[in-house]
């Protein structure tokens, strides 16, 4: 089962499968949450798009002070 990532702090996104700890590769972020997005959504999704996605989410999940991180974590 693929599961599509993406870093709290930068936005990068990833597909993951089976794994617990998902480490984000472009900023060295731990640990990575798990979006609501499908991997074939993701897989069809334009790279353009992605980083709308991207971008709305950084905006809906981290609010103005970030610093609380910790919250996302399950
Ligand atoms: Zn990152």
Redesign the pocket.
Known sequence: MMKVYI?P????MRVVSRRKDVE?Y????KS?ILTKMDFTTFAEMPEKERSAYAAAWLYMHQPPGKGNREKFRR
């Not at 472009?26 to 972020?29: I, V």
């Open positions: 870093c702090s930068c936005g990068w984000c472009k900023c060295g972020e990575m």
